[in-house]
């Protein structure tokens, strides 16, 4: 089981998919921090650095999402070098083409995915960060 002092920034626009993985990620001992978008998250975050309290361990990113989506938030985040080594794991139904290519991250998840699938990928990119 996790430890509490494990954060995350969770991007979702979807609040089913959002409220569900926040609760299940807080059952098992992790802060999480709900956005809906990624402009939402870049706010969150830079609000964070300005108050000098921690930053999250892990972010998880939905792809398809509107104001701005995963891939503009992802480009965004890893051309600022106080937050681009936060993993970042990217979540979703699409799959990679000519036409929509995957952004860079550090672990995919496949939408739909199962509870195990989400904590195994959570619980070892956590690890790797701490």
Same mark, same amino acid.
């Given at each position: 089981? +996790? /430890? /509490?002092?494990?954060? $995350?920034?969770?991007?979702?626009? !979807? ?5 569900? @993985? +926040? ?7 992790? *802060? @999480?921090? #709900? ?20 930053? #999250?361990? =892990?972010?998880? @990113? !939905?792809? @398809?999402? #509107? ?5 503009? %938030? ?10 681009? !080594?936060?993993? $970042?794991?990217?979540?979703? +139904?699409?799959? #990679? ?12 998840? +496949?939408?739909? %995915?199962? =509870?195990?699938? =989400?904590?195994? /990928?959570? *619980? ?7």
């Amino acid at each position: 089981m +996790a /430890t /509490t002092h494990r954060s $995350i920034l969770l991007i979702e626009d !979807d609040s089913g998919i959002r409220d569900t @993985v +926040a609760e299940c990620l807080a059952s098992e001992g992790y *802060e @999480v921090a #709900p956005v809906e978008n990624g402009r939402e998250a870049l706010s969150w975050l830079r609000n964070t650095s300005r108050r000098n309290t921690a930053r #999250p361990d =892990l972010i998880m @990113v !939905d792809l @398809v999402m #509107p104001v701005m989506n995963g891939a503009q %938030f992802i480009e965004e985040l890893r051309g600022d070098a106080s937050l681009r !080594d936060i993993p $970042i794991v990217l979540m979703t +139904a699409a799959s #990679p083409s000519s036409a929509m290519p995957l952004p860079r991250a550090d672990a995919y998840l +496949a939408k739909p %995915f199962d =509870l195990g699938a =989400l904590l195994d /990928t959570v *619980e070892r990119h956590c690890t790797a960060a701490a």
